[in-house]
């Protein structure tokens, strides 16, 4: 699934104070044991710190820091802002937000970090592009595509509720 959202702040935030993925309402039906659960959580936090991987509880969520995972970044002037119906939106933010931030990698590793990001803010003056894009997932027909095993049926997982992506 690829998404892009485009638009200005209302007011100034914290890129560590935003997130997207999928929150559930209720428990999940397949949800593994919470110590089961935590552990899978600490492995997944070495790898990307600013993941909340929370599958156990009774909202279960997996969100993470969109600063730090959207595939590309762009940040315009209003006007200067890119088609978002584009096949490709550029990484553009080192003007904004510093060299040290110039390419995708060097963005993701450290707005990917809650306490990198939280030194970082999201201004009302500029126009914010994020495009994301999961080919592990089909939210049309609940389905996820794990390497070696294949396709995966979810929905029995998470009870039958709906898959969402929310920011």
């Known amino acids: 699934m690829q998404t892009v959202i485009q638009g200005r702040f209302k007011r100034p935030i914290k890129m560590s104070d935003l997130?997207?993925?999928s929150v559930f309402s209720k428990a999940l039906a397949g949800a593994p044991p919470p110590a089961m659960s935590k552990i899978?959580?600490?492995v997944i936090r070495r790898i990307a710190p600013g993941l909340i991987f929370d599958l156990s509880s009774d909202?279960?969520?997996?969100?993470?820091?969109?600063a730090g995972t959207a595939?590309?970044?762009s940040i315009d002037r209003p006007g200067d802002e890119p088609d978002i119906a584009s096949p490709a939106i550029e990484e553009n933010v080192a003007h904004v937000l510093g060299a040290?931030?110039?390419t995708e990698k060097k963005r993701k590793k450290i707005l990917g970090s809650p306490k990198e990001a939280e030194s970082y803010t999201f201004d009302t003056d500029h126009?914010?592009?994020f495009h994301t894009y999961d080919e592990t997932m089909d939210y049309?027909?609940?389905?996820m595509h794990l390497p070696v095993y294949g396709e995966?049926?979810?929905k029995p997982m998470i009870g039958n509720q709906p898959l969402s992506l929310t920011a």
Not at 59 to 66: E, M, S, V, Y
Not at 140 to 143: D, H, S, V
Request: net charge neutral; aromatic share 6%.
């Open 19 to 21: 997130y997207v993925g």
């Open 40 to 42: 899978m959580e600490a």
């Open 59 to 66: 909202q279960p969520k997996i969100i993470a820091l969109l």
């Open 71 to 73: 595939q590309t970044m």
């Open 100 to 102: 040290g931030l110039s």
């Open 127 to 129: 126009v914010y592009t």
């Open 140 to 143: 049309g027909r609940g389905t």
């Open 152 to 154: 995966c049926d979810i």
